[in-house]
């Protein structure tokens, strides 16, 4: 083990020769292993015993919520990685004033690794980016359940408690919200119904992470 899993072992968790740790890989296995060598750049470690984690998502839940500005799409990435979100992107639309980079992509990336690891899953959620709201939502195509939540709906289009199926697009805009044309041509277009997170106008990460923690939940994500 090299690199910045090294340093977080070794300098951060301060793990040393004889620790016991689980390594995960990624692809859906997670590695029982001791540790044998620990270096100045790197860690040696003697792999005891495979299993398939069971602490992955077994339901595809697909975040697309719109930039945020500072540090709230971090927060929004920590918190859908931790509740089960497989796949999170990020979209500009009409009314988001934040902007994203390369730079900014790969600190969202590292943070959902970060995330993926503390709640104990083999995998983090895959990041993409669209500057373009139209190609956002074209990416939820073929999922069995697209639910909008907007700022405006007054009254969900679905119950969440009769949710079926195996995969669930999830859409919630950024602190301008979404526009009146946004909002038809996710209907129209693209299928999607119109939620409702009650008569409260909420931020746009609380918002987020409402929404994934419903949904997670009805899909049996949250049930041990």
Same mark, same amino acid.
């Given at each position: ?104 992509? +790969? ?6 690794? %970060?995330?993926?690891?503390?709640? $104990?899953? #083999?995998?983090?959620?895959? =990041? /993409? ?50 526009? +009146? ?6 209907? %129209?277009?693209?299928?999607?119904? $119109?939620? #409702?997170?009650?008569?409260? =106008? /909420? ?22």
């Amino acid at each position: 083990m090299s690199g910045d899993e090294f340093c977080h072992a070794a300098k951060v968790l301060r793990v040393t020769e004889g620790e016991e740790v689980v390594l995960l890989d990624g692809f859906g296995k997670e590695y029982s292993a001791i540790v044998t060598k620990v270096s100045k750049k790197e860690m040696t470690c003697h792999i005891t015993g495979e299993a398939f984690s069971d602490k992955d998502p077994k339901k595809d839940i697909y975040l697309l919520c719109g930039a945020l500005k500072g540090d709230k799409t971090e927060l929004v990435i920590q918190k859908a990685t931790e509740l089960g979100a497989t796949k999170i992107g990020i979209f500009r639309s009409k009314y988001c004033s934040a902007y994203f980079n390369d730079n900014r992509v +790969e600190r969202w990336e590292r943070v959902s690794r %970060e995330a993926a690891k503390q709640c $104990g899953r #083999s995998s983090p959620g895959l =990041i /993409l980016t669209f500057d373009d709201f139209g190609t956002a939502l074209e990416s939820a195509a073929g999922y069995e359940n697209k639910l909008f939540f907007c700022e405006f709906e007054t009254l969900s289009g679905a119950d969440m408690s009769n949710l079926s199926g195996d995969s669930f697009a999830v859409v919630v805009g950024s602190e301008g919200g979404f526009s +009146e044309d946004e909002y038809a041509l996710a209907k %129209e277009k693209y299928a999607f119904t $119109g939620m #409702s997170l009650g008569k409260r =106008i /909420l931020r746009a990460e609380t918002a987020a992470i409402s929404a994934v923690t419903l949904v997670s939940y009805f899909a049996g994500e949250l049930k041990s």
